[in-house]
């Protein structure tokens, strides 16, 4: 079973950036792909970036291309979200998720980490 644990967020001023690193424990294929989701207060959950396992193609939420990365390292059983420029409205829970293919939808991923906290201030 497929366990996920975030770590990284953090309070940063705007114009800031972070780097928010998501740990896969359990058997993750290569056809597999991974997400990064965020959620802030009163809003809906959306999707913010994902990654294909194998190839590491990747796919971004317009309102970050450009100025977010993600990354795996197979190695270290790693995905992570380099994240620059930070905007105040990006403040959220960021989640990452594993899913069978990559998709933007939050129904198709089946496995979560707990979320950590990104806070950018003003």
């Known amino acids: 079973q497929v366990q996920l644990v975030e770590s990284g967020g953090g309070l940063v001023q705007a114009g800031g950036s972070l780097r928010l690193s998501c740990v896969v424990s359990?058997?993750?294929?290569?056809?597999?792909?991974m997400g990064w989701f965020r959620q802030a207060p009163g809003k809906e959950r959306e999707f913010v970036a994902g990654?294909?396992?194998?190839?590491?193609?990747?796919d971004y939420s317009g309102s970050v291309k450009g100025r977010f990365t993600i990354s795996r390292d197979n190695a270290k059983n790693t995905v992570y979200l380099q994240m620059n420029s930070l905007k105040p409205d990006e403040t959220a829970v960021y989640y990452c998720a594993a899913a069978p293919y990559l998709s933007r939808i939050v129904g198709q991923y089946k496995t979560w980490g707990q979320g950590t906290q990104v806070t950018v201030s003003s």
């Open positions: 990654i294909w396992w194998g190839t590491a193609n990747t």
């Open positions: 359990g058997r993750i294929f290569s056809n597999n792909a």
